[in-house]
């Protein structure tokens, strides 16, 4: 063989050389020269590589420059020998070389009779493919209007290879290297409109099967290039795009439609209306049993009855592939082989002359059902990418003509959907093709999927949309389940769990009826053991797509719970609210599981059974009512022993012992199970809470992996597993007898970690996210922990993180810092005078960190350190306030301040910690000189960040005056900048959109606890009136989103009027008595709402009432004016109190709104 390419390399070089010797003259014996040169080297035999790019650059350059394109026999002889060296020798051209051939093939295109024009295209296909950003001055004449590619696609009378040609040179010019420069948008878009107008004008026309098929895979894989490289798709070409893929999705299958439709249109409702004919429900259950059951048996029957050929056939097929045609709900028989792809390019594989096949009638009839395939391949293709390439919301409306809506619409033969190739289809890479469209056409709905109802509510006339939605996701799941049965290419496979995952985190299963996900996991568990470690991943990625959901629902517990609880007495109760009948494990017979199900996997599938049978509740009740989980105690009852996916998962991380010896499973197997454990452990908790031991010894076995990639992942899941751990400490609903890990026993397992794992990754890990992960997992060990450890164990967790706050990488010490502003927190470590010092200069030094996000995290801890400096002064621990260094107090003074004018995000929480130290300010600094001009300077900070900013910024900075107020040491009245920060709260109370920025505004007005903190007369009633004024204009709501916060607003505002009141000076009447009178009305409006609004536990409306109104008595008991009683009656006539308001009125509504910093 090497002899032969040897003697070909030689010959080609010998004929090149006599070739570049020769110039071209018009007589006959320079033209047989030639054509005996160009001869022999057309004879070469080109299918195996062996000429250089020097030579065959040398060459076409050579023959592009004397062969005059008007002598068309050598001319097509040179296209040969071109299209041999770029198409099958796959060799790259030199730009000159390039542009020298583009220009003498588009020169032959225009000249060359038509005889030889499909050649020629040919030819310029190969030359252009993958080099559209070298050919830009060759644009305008190959692509434009009158260009040579465009005119002839748009003429009728062209040719059926001509076109082919054409067709094929565009679709290799829309094909993009990688981000290299690309055709002008006006080319594209005329590529767009052409190809697409090949869609609808293809079907019709007169030509052969395999040349029409040829010209649409052209278009479609162009369609495909230009959505891909462009992202273009007027909104006017969806429909009409759509409803070709539609047509071409279906190419060649029996009853597939032949017509392609103008346009899709948008529409939420079904376009299939069930005839009388149809089947009925009773039918279609007996159809879905059968297609599980009994469809293979009848399908071996018929068979059975074909003769010995057929036998013959089937005998050379492995057991997979007999297996694969005896599927349920296949109308034909799927190849024999899988379809592999090739690694020619695009339009090698249009052009080949498929020797391949024989010329028989068989011969053709194959090489027809892989063209038809091929068309079907693409047109799914094309359907992903459009799928990619538009909003969710606008594909949403075309979900109707892609995907069942009912089990009628599903089992119609009339309705075609990607189901009827995901079910139906011969091809893999169809079935594939299909299920990466669905995928696609599913991912990142749940916003759109949420209004979802899958009542048993019967609908006469009209079926609400949501009612439609609910009816969709049933089938969705029911045809996917099917296809689980039916498939067993791996590669399909994959994809079709993938889907289901995808399926699975989309649905609001909350309002679903039960028994989807039950139905889901008993397919899955089938294949948790597959040969393909790849499907094992996607199978455990659907696991934790189930574990993932949120809010917990009562079926997946009992998916996730063990299968043998210990008492079984109170499971069925309080539980039919929750779980259907058919809410276990598994539902079916023992026949349906896979040989390769894990050995004991059956006894479990059958006491989960025996648990579900116990549920009696209604189908009808929905999913997702919330499962109480860390409350219910018949689930605490049923969750005494490891569960089976926590025995699944560790089995697969951990190496195995056996017969061969070790057997560890593939990295992505283990990563897989490592995130579904912490899905358990982040969602579920409560239902693995007796698997703690084994979780324990498993992290520490992970933590000393070798592969740093096992640790990262073991971090994460230690992450999620000791938060879930200190929500279990800190939950007030749980009792002892409700199962609740104990004080001590989360203390342990934290020992446990500290005295090893932990400790040796925060010392001695290279890999920098490992570090930081787990300096993150640290921060969730809790107050309540941290202070049960042992004295060393505290000091060696304290010491570390200190340490790492001034680690090399920048995630590490944003991560150590962060922890910090986390333990600074914990009254055991608040109270520490040292611990603090050392925290506050670990804080102030990564404030001068060049990294954005550490400066992010440390203003964060920074602002933490100066809650915990509040919470000591309110707890009146004097000592710490005496102990605590001026100096360190006034540098963290400066940091807030100068925090102030870094990025917004830095800036949210430099205001928190500008507002704490304001509050903090003992006498004894504010005696200080430095310490009066930074308060000035911290004010004007703060009324800067007020007034401009982003929102949390601008509510945030109005909470940290509301916490300045507090602090009654500072001189407020008599300050300069008193007048300017009551003008700056009340502009933003009165005019800012954002009514959280409000809120905090009128609180930061109702805090001031003493009169004179308030100013003179003038600025008192100025306050007066912006408040007013606010009520007003909070009715005035331009963002929907602000709805939601009125009521808090016209609270907030309520509250801080109420305030006032109870300051109130003789004096102070006469200017109030004007406002009162002209807006009496509208204050006595919001303030019976106020009055009557639903108030939370910690409401004190009633005290601060009686208060005002006490006030107000006192007040009327001195010597006042007219217009002074005037005013406190209007204003007594406020702060009543209604006595017979019933207290049900006064139940507290769910709000969003927190006054809190955020």
């Known amino acids: 063989m090497e002899n032969s390419h040897h003697g070909e390399k030689v010959t080609f070089q010998n004929c090149l050389k006599r070739l570049l010797k020769i110039t071209y003259r018009d007589d006959v014996s320079s033209k047989t020269d030639i054509n005996v040169l160009i001869d022999e080297l057309i004879a070469l035999d080109y299918s195996q590589k062996f000429v250089d790019e020097e030579d065959a650059n040398s060459l076409i350059c050579h023959v592009c420059r004397i062969i005059p394109v008007y002598e068309e026999q050598i001319t097509v002889k040179v296209c040969q020998i071109i299209h041999s060296l770029t198409a099958k020798q796959q060799l790259s051209l030199e730009d000159q070389v390039l542009w020298s051939a583009t220009d003498f093939l588009v020169k032959a295109v225009q000249r060359i009779s038509h005889w030889a024009t499909a050649e020629i295209l040919q030819t310029l296909g190969a030359v252009v493919y993958e080099n559209v950003d070298r050919l830009v001055q060759f644009h305008e004449v190959l692509l434009g209007p009158q260009g040579v590619l465009i005119p002839l696609i748009k003429e009728n009378a062209t040719s059926e290879d001509i076109l082919k040609g054409a067709v094929q040179c565009v679709e290799n010019l829309t094909f993009r290297m990688s981000s290299e420069e690309y055709m002008d948008e006006q080319y594209a878009a005329l590529c767009f409109q052409i190809l697409l107008e090949l869609l609808h004008r293809v079907p019709v026309a007169n030509m052969e099967s395999g040349t029409q098929c040829k010209i649409l895979i052209c278009s479609l894989r162009g369609l495909h290039n230009l959505l891909t490289a462009t992202k273009i798709m007027p909104s006017e070409n969806l429909g009409p795009l759509l409803a070709g893929i539609r047509v071409f999705m279906f190419h060649g299958l029996p009853g597939a439609p032949v017509a392609v439709p103008e346009s899709l249109y948008p529409t939420p ?15 279609s259950q007996t159809n879905d049993s059968s297609a599980k059951s009994g469809g293979v048996k009848k399908y071996k029957k018929k068979k059975a009855k074909k003769g010995a050929e057929t036998n013959r056939n089937t005998t050379s097929k492995s057991s997979q592939e007999r297996e694969d045609d005896e599927n349920d709900e296949l109308e034909f028989t799927r190849p024999k082989a899988v379809e592999v792809f090739s690694s020619r390019p695009n339009w090698a594989k249009i052009s080949s002359s498929e020797s391949e096949y024989s010329d028989t009638e068989g011969g053709q009839s194959s090489r027809l059902r892989s063209l038809h395939a091929k068309v ?16 969710k919301r606008v594909m949403f409306g075309y979900w109707s003509s892609f995907i069942p809506d009912s089990t ?17 289809d011969p091809s893999p890479k169809c079935r594939m093709g299909a299920l990466a469209a669905l995928t696609a056409l599913i991912d990142g709905t749940k916003t759109l999927l949420a209004t979802a109802d899958d009542s048993d509510q019967k609908f006469a006339t009209f079926v609400p949309f949501s009612a439609v939605l609910g009816s969709t996701i049933r089938e969705l799941h029911r045809c996917l389940l099917l296809a689980l049965v039916s498939e067993n ?40 053991n597959y040969r393909d470690p790849n499907v094992r991943v996607a199978c455990l990625t659907c696991l934790g797509a189930v574990a993932a959901i949120q809010p917990p629902l009562m079926e997946i517990c009992h998916i996730i719970q063990s299968a043998r609880p210990h008492s079984q007495t109170s499971v069925s109760q309080n539980t039919n609210h929750h779980v259907s009948g058919d809410s276990g494990i598994s539902s079916g017979s023992q026949s349906n599981c896979s040989p390769n199900t894990e050995p004991g996997m059956m006894e479990e599938v059958k006491d989960v059974q025996t648990l579900s049978s116990g549920m009696g509740s209604p189908m009808g009740s929905s999913s ?15 969750a005494q022993s490891v569960s089976w996916l926590v025995k699944l998962c560790v089995r697969n991380i951990l190496p195995n012992v056996g017969e061969n010896g070790e057997h560890i499973e593939p990295l992505p197997v283990r990563l897989e199970s490592l995130q579904v454990l912490a899905h358990l452990g982040k969602g579920y908790f409560p239902i693995i809470r007796n698997s703690l031991p084994v979780l324990q010894d498993l992290i520490l076995k992970c933590y000393a992996d070798q592969d740093h990639v096992i640790r990262l992942h073991t971090s994460k899941l230690v992450d999620d597993l000791t938060q879930a751990l200190q ?12 199962g609740r890990l104990t004080l001590q026993q989360v203390t342990d397992f934290w020992i446990s970690l500290l005295s090893g794992a932990i400790a040796n990754i925060l010392q001695s890990e290279p890999h920098c996210a490992v570090k930081a992960t787990t300096c993150d997992c640290a921060s969730n060990i809790g107050p309540e922990v941290f202070a049960a450890l042992p004295i060393d164990k505290r000091v060696l967790c304290i010491t570390l993180i200190l340490g790492l706050t001034s680690d090399e990488d920048k995630i590490v010490r ?11 927190l914990f009254p055991c470590l608040r109270e520490d005078v040292c611990f603090v010092a050392d925290a506050a200069n670990a804080i102030l030094m990564s404030m001068e960190d060049t990294c954005l996000n550490v400066r992010f995290k440390t203003a964060w801890s920074l602002a933490n350190l100066c809650d915990a400096l509040v919470l000591n002064k309110i707890d009146g621990d004097n000592d710490f306030m005496n102990d605590f260094s001026d100096m360190l107090l006034q540098k963290l003074f400066s940091t807030s301040i100068k925090a102030c004018q870094d990025s917004d995000k830095v800036k949210s929480n430099a205001v928190r910690a500008l507002g704490n130290i304001l509050r903090y300010l003992p006498i004894r600094s504010l005696g200080k000189s430095s310490f009066r001009t930074s308060v000035e300077d911290g004010v004007k900070a703060l009324i800067k960040n007020i007034s401009s900013g982003t929102m949390k910024l601008r509510w945030n900075a109005c909470y940290a005056v509301s916490n300045m107020f507090k602090n009654t040491l500072l001189n407020f009245g008599g300050a300069p900048w008193t007048q300017d920060l009551m003008v700056t709260l009340c502009a933003v109370v009165k005019d800012c959109k954002n009514f959280k920025v409000r809120i905090n505004a009128a609180l930061a007005l109702g805090s001031p606890s003493e009169r004179g903190h308030y100013g003179d007369c003038q600025l008192f009633s100025f306050v007066w009136e912006s408040l007013v004024i606010a009520l007003e204009t909070s009715e005035d709501i331009t963002d929907f989103a602000e709805f939601k916060y009125r009521n808090n607003l016209n609270n907030q505002i309520c509250t801080s009027i109420l305030h006032l009141v109870t300051l109130l000076q003789a004096i102070d009447l006469d200017i109030l008595h004007h406002l009162l009178l002209e807006r009496s009305e509208v204050i006595s409006v919001h303030f019976d709402r106020f009055r009557t609004s639903p108030q939370d536990s910690n409401s004190t409306l009633e005290s601060d009432l009686i208060e005002a109104k006490d006030h107000l008595l006192t007040l009327l008991s001195g010597h006042l004016t007219e217009g002074q009683k005037s005013a406190l009656f209007l204003l007594q006539q406020l702060c009543r109190i209604d006595e017979n308001l019933n207290e049900e009125e006064r139940i507290p509504k769910k709000t969003a709104f927190k006054q809190i910093y955020d």
């Open 489 to 528: 290419i791996p590669l399909t496979l994959t994809q079709l769990i993938k889907c289901v995952s995808t399926l699975i985190a989309n649905v609001p299963y909350s309002r679903m009826r039960p028994g989807l996900l039950s139905r889901v996991v008993k397919q899955i568990r089938n294949f948790i």
């Open 408 to 424: 009628a619409a599903g089992n119609s033969p009339q309705v075609h959907t990607l189901f009827t190739v995901i079910l139906k």
């Open 624 to 638: 997702g009512v919330q499962t109480p989980v860390y409350s219910d105690l018949s689930l605490h009852a049923t």
């Open 814 to 824: 944003s991560s150590a810092i962060r922890t910090i502003g986390v333990f600074v």
């Open 376 to 391: 079907r391949q693409c047109a799914l293709a094309c359907l992903h990418t459009t799928i990619k390439s538009i909003n």
């Open 727 to 738: 929500r279990e400490i800190q939950s007030r609903e749980l009792t002892d007898s409700s």
């Open 269 to 283: 409702l079904s376009q299939y209306d069930p005839s009388p004919s149809s089947p009925t429900k009773s039918e």
